[in-house]
DNA sequence: CGCTATAAATGGAACGTTCCAATAAATCAA
DNA sequence: TTGATTTATTGGAACGTTCCATTTATAGCG
């Protein structure tokens, strides 16, 4: 049944009887060729149960159709919405998105990367692994393949980014607890090694400072960004002596962990608590209480940097242009006002 | 700075001065080369910021070491848990997974897999897409590359398939709601394309006839294995004469849209309405109520298909036994008695 | 009919590796 | 010293494609 020696261009060029280029010319859909030919070579193809060599292929091209997607963390829902976005533009063009997970884990991702490499992708699409160094992607450049950062970017690189105005959704974010009459905030989740890290905290901190909340109101939790990081960032601050009341949290996945936490302590996120997530992934609105969240359009950023990417691909340079998405926040349940001060707010 | 042309293994046994068949066996690790022949070859490939090509190797070792993973919906948190399992097991043996979303479409399935087999992989773990049509994997066994079925099956075919206990754990969730009094129950979500979709039913069936609960008493929904799919099958449920007090759900996410429902209408799952889920995601813990599901085990069945991988790609061969992993039920809160029934439960 | 113009098909070199068989250099045994 | 053995290294022929430069067939025109 399977015939052992897999066929090639030759083996389809013999049962049609006609030369391996006509063959070549049949599988690029090259107009050159009469139309009964190429109906004659497409059946032998599929009678010997063809399949084409891409490898072999580029070895002259150069020039493949494979696009790598290095993210960080398959397991945040985030990153599956973003892929999906970004699929939704590629498949459009043709080209084949090879998704890549590096579990946060700059080795893992160095590994990786190498490996796409090896493969002859056309282009690269990162999400970089915390802890990167700096020069991770410094050979990737120099061979001249296009690399498109998403969410998170480097310390010092000019490679483009595609990302959400996290200043901007910070500031919306934390103004909102505000206004809901929360005097002492919180920041949970993160740490410093991020640059969204910094950009999210500036906002906060920025928006303390506009509207008069004291560096000694303003308590700062660093932790994993995950469920139970959260989880850990509020303990931490509950225990303190003059607790916040509210808290903005790095994303979505911190402040599930934090609305947990407050749930086994007996406290409701929202009444006893205000809690702001950040990415707005699907489940934000179907969590109990629904989590008021900064949208950032995480679909609409895949397929942004998507295109960027073919486009840097087809006019074959390395340089783009960053693009910050716009950002809203979603107000939900688990913004209640502060109990102790309840100064109300109209919005 | 960066070399347009990009080196090969030519340049670098110029730079190197030795021969290309040096410079590839040192590519390769092999002992026969002087070390210092060795390190001045390695600091050759530093210099010249060589990629190696797999393409070309391919075309004369015809073994790649990449293994294609086809999902068919990574924005479920359980394929991404799925996922994670395999690649610990890869990573452990040098191989890479390139991961592929079909998004439950066949036509992209199939450009997915031509493309992942143009690309020369070694072999494929997939979970196949709805409405898989029995030959789509035909040709792929034809060409002998080792294809291994994860969670899916389809309906006639000889592939092996590595999935939990679906009968098993349906009988185990359906005797768990019966014992705490309920006798009006559900089966939600899921569709009769898919295997397991009769698999999960039939388990759910046969404890209800076992414990004789009448086929007037028993409810089948079917619907989209979603969130919005779980909403849909609930509000279907209740608005009968004589509604279920308790539903099976087909998966977990299928399971928080009926919660999500209950929650609209003002009931609560648990006190007025007993859910069980299907997976057991990471999330089931965290929900609000906690869900009661089956437990299977996501990242070992993972890690089982690898391996199994693994041993099908070294030995050859495109046989193997299937593997039906162990499941239990975790009960949390989702699933309380019966209000107007209370019999009762000890465990 | 001969000529040119167009259309269709073809052979061969190249792409970057691997691997076999062969060579060159170093070591050993007698 | 000579030949045998071991250790390092090397050319060259594949692998399956693309693409350029040709060749062959077909049509058009006077």
Same mark, same amino acid.
């Given at each position: 049944?399977a ?13 049609a009887?006609?030369s391996k280029?006509?063959?070549?010319l049949?599988?690029?859909g090259s107009?050159?060729i009469?139309p009964e ?8 193809i599929?009678d010997?149960g063809?399949?084409y060599n ?10 493949s ?5 290095v993210i960080?963390d398959?397991?945040?829902?985030f990153f599956?919405?973003?892929?999906v976005?970004?699929?939704r533009?590629?498949q459009a063009a /043709?080209?084949v %998105?090879f998704? =890549?997970?590096t579990?946060e @884990?700059?080795?893992r991702?160095?590994?990786?990367l190498?490996? *796409?490499?090896e ?8 999400s ?5 160094t700096p020069?991770a992607f410094?050979?990737?450049?120099a061979a001249?393949v296009p690399?498109v ?13 595609i990302a959400?105005d ?8 934390t ?8 005097r002492?905030l ?5 740490s410093?090694d991020?640059?969204?890290?910094h950009?999210r ?5 920025e ?5 008069g909340i004291?560096?000694?109101d303003r308590?700062?939790?660093?932790g994993?960004t ?5 989880m850990?960032?509020l303990e931490?601050?509950?225990? /303190?002596a003059? %607790?916040p009341t =509210?808290?903005?949290?790095? @994303?979505?996945a ?7 936490? *407050?749930?086994?302590?007996g406290?409701e996120a929202?009444a006893d ?13 179907h969590?109990s209480p629904?989590?008021t ?13 998507a295109?960027?990417?073919l486009k ?6 390395t340089?783009?242009e960053d693009?910050i998405g716009?950002?809203?926040?979603v107000?939900?349940e688990s913004s209640?006002?502060?109990r ?7 919005a």
């Amino acid at each position: 049944m399977a015939s052992r020696a897999k066929a090639t261009i030759l083996d389809i060029a013999r049962e049609a009887g006609v030369s391996k280029s006509t063959v070549s010319l049949v599988l690029q859909g090259s107009g050159l060729i009469r139309p009964e030919t190429a109906t004659r070579v497409r059946k032998a193809i599929e009678d010997v149960g063809y399949v084409y060599n891409r490898g072999a292929a580029n070895l002259r091209k150069a020039h493949s159709n494979v696009i790598g997607m290095v993210i960080n963390d398959l397991t945040n829902p985030f990153f599956a919405e973003l892929a999906v976005g970004m699929e939704r533009v590629f498949q459009a063009a /043709g080209v084949v %998105p090879f998704i =890549a997970n590096t579990a946060e @884990n700059p080795v893992r991702q160095e590994e990786v990367l190498k490996s *796409l490499m090896e493969q002859g992708v056309a282009g690269l699409i990162v999400s970089p692994a915390r802890g990167t160094t700096p020069g991770a992607f410094r050979r990737i450049e120099a061979a001249g393949v296009p690399i498109v950062f998403t969410m998170r970017r480097l310390p010092e690189s000019r490679i483009p980014v595609i990302a959400p105005d996290n200043h901007r959704g910070a500031v919306l974010a934390t103004e909102h607890l505000i206004r809901k009459g929360h005097r002492r905030l919180a920041f949970f989740g993160g740490s410093s090694d991020l640059v969204v890290y910094h950009e999210r905290l500036g906002g906060f901190l920025e928006a303390c400072e506009t509207h008069g909340i004291p560096a000694s109101d303003r308590l700062i939790v660093e932790g994993e960004t995950s469920r139970k990081g959260g989880m850990a960032c509020l303990e931490t601050a509950l225990a /303190g002596a003059q %607790p916040p009341t =509210a808290a903005l949290c790095f @994303n979505d996945a911190v402040a599930f962990g934090a609305m947990l936490a *407050l749930r086994k302590r007996g406290l409701e996120a929202g009444a006893d608590f205000a809690v702001v997530g950040f990415d707005d992934v699907a489940e934000a609105e179907h969590y109990s209480p629904a989590l008021t969240s900064v949208a950032v359009d995480t679909a609409g950023l895949g397929e942004r940097a998507a295109h960027v990417m073919l486009k840097m691909i087809q006019s074959r340079t390395t340089r783009a242009e960053d693009h910050i998405g716009a950002v809203s926040l979603v107000v939900r349940e688990s913004s209640g006002p502060d109990r102790n001060n309840e100064v109300g707010d109209a919005a």
